[in-house]
């Protein structure tokens, strides 16, 4: 009997993978990617590598997720995302993992929220709630519907109003 094992392995995000996302990425979501809203909040600054993780399968790196620091409203958070997995390992939970690690490493640092935009099927189970109906302003257009948030510190929702811009 063939057995096919699968090393996943998740790393914090380097430098050196920068190539392999950018792949991971056009792959996922072609060349309007650039045009979202909130790619244009992640065009305003780096993001934070400490915060951004890749999953690597026998060494080649098959996800990622990346975390950039945005002011929004008042809240001092963090934007999820990209968030993307190669075509040949969807659906096994990777996407779902990095998120986690994502989300808990936010926590660790400090961060007040973690905000996306992205369907709320997927990413409600993973903890994240509804922001009020266009509360908060995005450089560009976006379907409030989609906007999403893990609410970390206690006043977060009350204070997620106003534009969501990258912060230092």
Not at 19 to 39: C, D, Q, S, V
Not at 66 to 73: E, F, I, N, Q
Not at 94 to 107: H, P, Q, T, Y
Request: charged letters at 25%.
């Amino acid at each position: 009997m063939l057995m096919y094992k699968h090393d996943l392995v998740y790393l914090t995000e380097e430098a050196s993978h920068d190539a392999a996302i950018e792949l991971i990425n056009e792959e996922a979501f072609g060349p309007g990617r650039h045009t979202r809203a909130a790619a244009r909040i992640r065009e305003q600054g780096p993001h934070d590598l400490s915060l951004s993780f890749i999953c690597a399968d026998d060494g080649e790196t098959i996800a990622s997720v990346r975390m950039t620091p945005v002011l929004a409203g008042t809240v001092r958070g963090h934007l999820l995302g990209p968030l993307a997995v190669r075509p040949s390992h969807k659906n096994r939970g990777i996407g779902r993992e990095l998120v986690r690690i994502a989300v808990e490493a936010a926590r660790r640092k400090g961060s007040e929220a973690v905000i996306l935009v992205g369907d709320p099927p997927y990413y409600c189970p993973l903890g994240f709630e509804k922001v009020a109906y266009g509360a908060l302003i995005f450089p560009g257009p976006v379907d409030p519907g989609r906007v999403l948030v893990v609410p970390i510190a206690e006043d977060t929702h009350a204070r997620l109003k106003g534009k969501i811009a990258w912060r230092r």
